[in-house]
């Protein structure tokens, strides 16, 4: 189910709730499209596109960790879009251990790299596991620091898609060593698009995020602001301000993220939230699950409205806006709300961002 | 009297309250010090070398501007530990206008010190005068950038003593184009124990303290605890963490100093306290001048107190302490611990220090 097109994270678990299973979610999946806009049916995966995609995944030495399962990281599954699936190689028991984030920028200088990579094996003297993006530069150099305590890359594409060519040799390091997790399915090119969403996982495994060399509008602000939205504690490295690649960094700092020199500045931040190895609870200042409880699948039919969907389609343009925003303009109810964007989303016509965020697509 | 060598800045207008003329005062001075130490006499500076300064002040065409004088800066008048008297060489007139401390690291990086020259450029175009310290490094670049908008240097020895040899260009070039200032009289060689004392005013004479590069345990981080006692913003730098000299200004960054990556952060937080090119009013958060009104001339003798004295003295040591400590201490009243001070400082016993604290000496 969660394969199929236009049902992202907060739908499927919409769905599962609101049906009770997969199997009558997915069954209910044509109807609920034609609601949305009549003139599309929804392609659900089938029976064999899934078994291709675990004969993909066996073949590569890859496992399926789903929402719900021991493996899956405790704080991950507590945000609002938590992806149903994860596909992992390498040590799947490290998801299990207390993580902080260490991102940054893609042409990282030679000391932001050294920085990166320093405070990545301090961390892990510490027991704390790395988790990054294995980008270029300093995600690069931080899961380097980390490789021999415990580091976790989340690819942006499928777990088998090297990217970018050059950290081919620490993509191979990491399989062995480490471990790589990827949402998306075995042999998915990464697009741009991709990006935020792999950075809310990142974020959302750790406990905290440290930021390193970050131009402004960089993706690692993303990262941040992700990360703030799901309640994790943001670190900053301080750096110069003639240098560019600290713009977005000091940004951080100058909006109240902690200023980091070394792993001591997060650990003693972090607290008790990292201390020991024992994997971390569900953080008390995450989100709760953000949907409404859905009404039970007998009366499904009493809650579409068409008048609602044109209320919230009028709102909407290509830029995101909150769903809580939404919500108030539209003078309807969450629950109302979050069911039609249901069918708005699976019928193609909405496309939901992280962040609670909705957007025309 | 402010020449006398036992009496400091805050002794100098305590007594002045008291004796209501500084004849009265200087008459007052041998018996007042007999009663803190019965040994010793007070040598107060004759009248004969009073006028020696002023005919050594008028060859190097320096001035006397005192407290109360219109040229006196106004945010400085308005310290606890105002200096009574300053020698002044240059454009006086430049002293009347709001000003920016900028400070730092004498070893500052090149990078460090084209920040400090580009931001004192920056706030001179805003009208800013920048007062510093005509130190190597940061201070001497803040000075260049400012040279032609308006810069102020406030030595630790006399106006005429130059410090260290290499500023001597600048030194000179400070006298024609921008002003120089000194507590101390001409020909007074700087000593380590001066600059705390000199730190004060530049802090003091600011509406705002900038610390670009200060390494920890630097004097620029004496400035900073200054401004912030003396009610002023205090402003830092960031920097990399690999770069020792950037370890104090990231200190501060972490305390709540604003974060500063040029003219503009500064001048947004200031805001009012620097719009236009008005001579700034003493600063709503400035203290109120810290010692209580003294009691009237003729009861002098009644407020003497042996036992005072005593409890003063077994508290005090060589370390300074804080006096709202000692008032507590002693279970005497604040004007009481001052009345008692004054005699200790007069007859040399004990030390004042910025920041409203004594030692003994």
Same mark, same amino acid.
């Given at each position: 189910?969660?394969?199929?097109?236009?049902?992202?994270?907060?739908?499927?678990?919409?769905?599962?709730?609101?049906?009770?299973?997969?199997?009558?979610?997915?069954?209910?999946?044509?109807?609920? &499209?034609?609601?949305?806009?009549?003139?599309?049916?929804?392609?659900?995966?089938?029976?064999?596109?899934?078994?291709?995609?675990?004969? &993909?995944?066996?073949?590569?030495?890859?496992?399926?960790?789903?929402?719900?399962?021991? %493996?899956?990281?405790?704080?991950?599954?507590?945000?609002?879009?938590?992806?149903?699936?994860?596909?992992?190689?390498?040590?799947?028991?490290?998801?299990?251990?207390?993580?902080?984030?260490?991102?940054?920028? $893609?042409?990282?200088?030679?000391? @932001?790299? $050294?920085?990166?990579?320093?405070?990545?094996?301090?961390?892990?003297?510490?027991?704390?596991?790395?988790?990054?993006?294995?980008?270029? @530069?300093?995600?690069?150099?931080?899961?380097? @620091?980390?490789?021999?305590?415990?580091?976790?890359?989340?690819?942006?594409?499928?777990?088998?898609?090297?990217?970018?060519?050059?950290?081919?040799?620490?993509?191979?390091?990491?399989?062995?060593?480490?471990?790589?997790?990827?949402?998306?399915?075995?042999?998915?090119?990464?697009?741009?698009?991709?990006?935020?969403?792999?950075?809310?996982?990142?974020? @959302?495994?750790?406990?905290?995020?440290?930021?390193?060399?970050?131009?402004?509008?960089?993706?690692? %602000?993303?990262? &941040?602001?992700?990360? %703030?939205?799901?309640?994790?504690?943001?670190?900053?490295?301080?750096?110069? =301000? %003639?240098?560019? $690649?600290?713009?977005?960094?000091?940004?951080?700092?100058?909006?109240?993220?902690?200023?980091?020199?070394?792993?001591?500045?997060?650990?003693?931040?972090?607290?008790?939230?990292?201390?020991?190895?024992?994997?971390?609870?569900?953080? =008390?200042?995450?989100?709760?699950?953000?949907?409404?409880?859905?009404?039970?699948?007998?009366?499904?039919?009493?809650?579409?409205?068409?008048?609602?969907?044109?209320?919230?389609?009028?709102?909407?343009?290509?830029? &995101?806006?909150?769903?809580?925003?939404?919500?108030?303009?539209?003078?309807?109810?969450?629950?109302?709300?979050?069911?039609?964007?249901?069918?708005?989303?699976?019928?193609?016509?909405?496309?939901?961002?992280?962040?609670?965020?909705?957007?025309?697509?």
């Amino acid at each position: 189910m969660c394969r199929t097109e236009t049902i992202g994270p907060v739908s499927f678990f919409a769905m599962l709730r609101r049906f009770g299973s997969a199997r009558a979610a997915l069954e209910a999946l044509p109807r609920l &499209a034609r609601r949305g806009e009549r003139s599309r049916t929804v392609a659900a995966v089938t029976r064999a596109e899934a078994e291709a995609e675990l004969a &993909a995944l066996h073949r590569l030495g890859a496992r399926l960790v789903c929402w719900g399962e021991p %493996l899956y990281p405790n704080a991950l599954a507590a945000i609002e879009d938590a992806p149903p699936l994860l596909t992992v190689i390498g040590e799947a028991e490290l998801l299990g251990r207390p993580m902080v984030a260490v991102v940054g920028a $893609r042409n990282a200088s030679a000391s @932001g790299r $050294r920085f990166a990579r320093d405070l990545a094996a301090g961390l892990g003297q510490a027991g704390i596991v790395v988790v990054s993006g294995l980008a270029r @530069g300093i995600d690069a150099a931080a899961h380097l @620091g980390a490789l021999a305590s415990g580091t976790v890359a989340v690819l942006g594409g499928g777990i088998d898609v090297v990217y970018p060519e050059e950290n081919r040799g620490l993509h191979e390091a990491m399989a062995r060593q480490g471990a790589i997790v990827a949402e998306l399915p075995p042999g998915t090119e990464p697009q741009a698009r991709h990006f935020p969403r792999r950075n809310r996982i990142i974020s @959302g495994m750790a406990v905290g995020v440290v930021v390193v060399e970050a131009a402004a509008r960089s993706g690692s %602000l993303i990262t &941040a602001r992700l990360a %703030l939205e799901q309640g994790r504690d943001v670190f900053a490295v301080p750096g110069s =301000p %003639l240098d560019p $690649r600290c713009r977005g960094s000091n940004d951080l700092l100058r909006h109240g993220a902690t200023l980091t020199e070394n792993a001591e500045d997060v650990l003693s931040q972090l607290g008790p939230l990292v201390a020991g190895r024992a994997p971390p609870s569900p953080l =008390p200042s995450l989100h709760s699950p953000p949907l409404p409880n859905w009404p039970a699948a007998d009366n499904v039919d009493t809650v579409g409205d068409d008048a609602g969907i044109e209320l919230i389609l009028e709102r909407l343009g290509p830029t &995101a806006v909150a769903v809580d925003e939404l919500v108030r303009q539209c003078h309807l109810s969450a629950a109302v709300v979050a069911t039609l964007l249901l069918e708005l989303e699976l019928a193609g016509k909405v496309e939901r961002h992280p962040g609670n965020l909705v957007s025309l697509r």
